[in-house]
């Protein structure tokens, strides 16, 4: 027993640690991408092609002095970015294994929880800077990710239903002939939008606005708590796209094709950020509640009528 706990925690870490890393060369991916989409050459200074980059930039942030408002409320200020970066990572534990980890069968209501509990920590974050920046930065940010919320969970669910698990495991062997893309495209659409929304990415970065808001409810972090709240966002962009690969590009997840299709992902989500303007914030909504919500649910009650229509013939 203790063994098997051991493997299970040591293994965790190494995907932690490999996830970071993932982090720091996405970063150094988007500078690149974004770069040439705007006709300049990305980071090449620092060493071979500018490979070191992200860890030069993780040694300065985090070796530069760490600020904080006076009025802050400052024990939750302080803690809020490290919460939201142990949800991120938390979350990675539904990724599913073989061996010494947790592939348990309830892994999609696991994920659900885990995005619900990262709206608390950004909401928390801009509250307790005491800035009114921040809080409206933290207000519009809730607001979208849990609009977004709503659409993603129904979109799961459908696909749910359609395999009739809650594990992901099961997801790899129902794609063994089609993949679910196939079947679901608009689904895929709006479930890919739905994930920008819900890590606050461009077009749906609306935490963020030059004009009233600057950098929403991270403008007062900077330093170590900035790297966390960076760090946090990423992992969330890296899991979402190995999310979207396995629940409908085939998830055969112990194939080095998963990679190629997870970093594609990935791609389109920096691709994305140096192709298409911010949208409007009330247009933000009325895409939320009156285009993915019906589309989501029209696809969900399609999927439970095919289900009693299988099951009745046989």
């Known amino acids: 027993m203790f063994y098997d706990l051991f493997m299970f925690i040591l293994n965790f870490f190494m995907l932690i640690i490999c996830v970071l890393v993932s982090v720091a060369f996405l970063t150094l991916l988007e500078r690149s991408v974004l770069g040439y989409i705007q006709i300049r050459k990305g980071p090449n200074k620092v060493g071979f092609l500018g490979i070191p980059q992200p860890f030069s930039d993780a040694i300065k942030l985090i070796s530069k002095e760490q600020p904080f408002p006076l009025m802050s409320n400052y024990l939750i200020y302080y803690f809020s970015p490290v919460f939201n970066l142990m949800i991120s990572l938390a979350v990675w534990v539904i990724f599913p294994y073989l061996t010494y980890m947790c592939s348990f069968s ?154 190629i299709k997870l970093s594609m992902m990935s791609f389109i989500f920096i691709w994305v950020r140096g192709t298409l303007p911010r949208f409007r914030y009330d247009k933000l909504m009325y895409l939320a509640w009156k285009s993915f919500l019906p589309l989501s649910l029209n696809f969900l009650f399609f999927f439970i009528g095919l289900k009693i229509l299988l099951i009745s013939l046989i």
């Open 106 to 259: 309830y892994g999609f209501l696991y994920f659900l929880c885990c995005t619900s509990l990262g709206v608390y920590t950004v909401m928390i974050a801009g509250w307790s800077s005491n800035s009114s920046y921040s809080l409206l930065g933290s207000l519009r940010s809730v607001a979208q990710t849990i609009s977004y919320e709503v659409s993603l969970a129904l979109i799961l669910l459908s696909l749910i239903i359609l395999i009739g698990s809650f594990n992901i495991f099961n997801f790899m062997c129902y794609q063994f002939y089609c993949w679910f893309i196939v079947i679901s495209f608009p689904l895929f659409l709006s479930c890919l939008a739905s994930c920008l929304a819900e890590t606050n990415r461009t077009p749906f970065d609306f935490a963020e606005g030059e004009s009233e808001l600057v950098s929403g409810f991270n403008i007062e972090y900077g330093a170590g708590g900035f790297t966390l709240i960076f760090l946090a966002e990423y992992t969330s962009i890296i899991f979402m796209s190995m999310l979207l690969t396995l629940i409908f590009l085939g998830g055969d997840f112990y194939s080095f094709m998963f990679f």
